[in-house]
């Protein structure tokens, strides 16, 4: 097979050969951010409550930079199937100018409006308020490297190249754990940074992931897309429409995700800084599941991708399938775990009695949906690479939407604070089942 080809050779071979690197590569972003809440576990519930708002702010700046990643990867990817890699790297550098435009324009806002965007939240502790401003301005005024790193691993995986991005992780993973225990708790002649420490680590290992995957695109001697890209160079309006027309539903999808959940944590604020805390670490621990999934729908954007520009629907259709069957079983794994050992779980990351009880409720309510969530993720990395951006959105934003009212009725039930968790548990069940109907009904007239 060709090297980057994906419209060749055996469906499975391929898609699982493109898809480990990728979920490798998430596996090691989700090992990032326990490592991070770790450390901080150490500092105290307020800590990671403050942390986990700051957080809240770095989440929500993924669903914009996933307008250039998105809208990059899947028109360089079409373009490659269809043969035409001139206007594959136009796209490619397109899509570079506008990430870090929207990255520095990001930073910008956060900066200046850190303390507005903080008490959103309400947080009522001195120490948990100085822990969410102090992690904001550090993690989301530097965001930029992060949308940059988030495009060109978009970028290579349309090329078929995987390997890369998950080396330069590793390189990355590596570092934020040297530098974490160091930043973070200061210890020997080192100074405690506390949670500041946990945002620059982060931010310094961001900045070398990117820079491992600039080097990539310098010494790579095949053709990369990305070769003489250039940041100061006019872009033109077919380029930027290409782009805008396929990631911005996927960008507002992923903003009113995190605008939803933003709303969801300041109503979980009213029951203490343990189930603030708890939400933030327990979104981590699922994201073990949920980066590996999106790891897989990654691979499958590219594959689809390049097979749908050449016109073969029928590896499109193989390529679905084999992808369903592989992550359904993975989410059936982590729904195990989280049911049936949720103490072990929670016992890693909570040192204090009743944020370890809240924590035990959390991941067992959550655990139900998690093959349905690896399910929808997967659908929509498939659908995305048919073009279907917009349709990904309305159902994703409608259905997740619902969570606030049904958060509200159960929240006020005998339920409390469960409820919530089962208003998130019960919509994306629904979300799995539906995204796997409108993929079957949108390809079932496609000619096999």
């Known amino acids: 097979m060709e090297q980057g080809n994906l419209t060749k050779g055996p469906i499975l071979k391929t898609l699982t050969k493109l898809a480990i690197p990728i979920m490798a590569s998430s596996f090691l972003g989700t090992l990032y951010n326990l490592t991070d809440m770790a450390w901080i576990g150490l500092l105290g519930s307020k800590a990671v409550a403050g942390v986990g708002v700051g957080g809240m702010f770095t989440w929500l700046s993924q669903g914009l930079a996933s307008m250039a990643r998105m809208g990059g990867q899947v028109q360089v990817a079409q373009c490659i199937g269809r043969g035409d890699r001139k206007k594959a790297h136009a796209y490619a550098q397109t899509a570079i100018q506008l990430s870090t435009f929207m990255g520095l324009l990001y930073a910008a806002v956060s900066l200046l409006f850190t303390n507005q965007l903080v008490g959103f939240f309400h947080l009522t502790d001195p120490e948990a308020w100085t822990a969410a401003i102090s992690y904001t301005k550090i993690a989301c005024g530097l965001i930029v490297f992060s949308f940059l790193t988030l495009t060109m ?17 590793l390189v990355g993973l590596v570092l934020n754990m040297i530098l974490d225990p160091v930043l973070i708790l200061g210890p020997g002649p080192f100074p405690k940074f506390g949670v500041a420490g946990a945002a620059i680590a982060t931010v310094t290992a961001q900045f070398v992931v990117m820079s491992v995957m600039i080097l990539g695109v310098i010494k790579q001697k095949k053709d990369n897309v990305l070769k003489k890209t250039r940041l100061i160079a006019k872009m033109h309006f077919e380029h930027v429409a290409g782009i805008c027309k396929i990631g911005i539903p996927t960008a507002l999808q992923g903003m009113a995700y995190c605008a939803i959940s933003m709303i969801l944590t300041r109503m979980v604020s009213a029951f203490g800084a343990e189930a603030i805390a708890t939400q933030r670490v327990g979104g981590q621990i699922e994201s073990v599941s949920w980066n590996t999934a999106d790891g897989f729908a990654s691979a499958l954007n590219a594959f689809i991708g390049q097979n749908y520009g050449a016109g073969k629907m029928d590896r499109v259709k193989k390529g679905y399938r084999a992808s369903l069957f592989t992550v359904g079983i993975w989410g059936l794994l982590i729904t195990m775990l989280f049911v049936f050992a949720p103490n072990t779980i929670a016992s890693l990351f909570f040192h204090e009695p009743k944020a370890i009880a809240t924590a035990v409720g959390y991941l067992v309510i959550v655990g139900f949906s998690e093959a349905f969530m690896c399910v929808e993720l997967t659908t929509i990395g498939a659908l995305s690479g048919l073009g279907k951006t917009h349709l990904c959105s309305v159902i994703s934003i409608l259905f997740t939407s619902a969570r606030i009212p049904l958060a509200i ?40």
């Open 409 to 448: 009725v159960l929240g006020q039930s005998t339920l409390g604070l469960d409820g919530i968790w089962w208003a998130v548990s019960l919509t994306s069940i629904a979300k799995g089942i539906i995204f796997v109907c409108t993929f079957f009904w949108i390809t079932k007239e496609k000619p096999a």
């Open 153 to 169: 691993t978009g970028i290579y995986t349309a090329q078929g190249d995987s390997k890369t991005p998950f080396l330069a992780n």
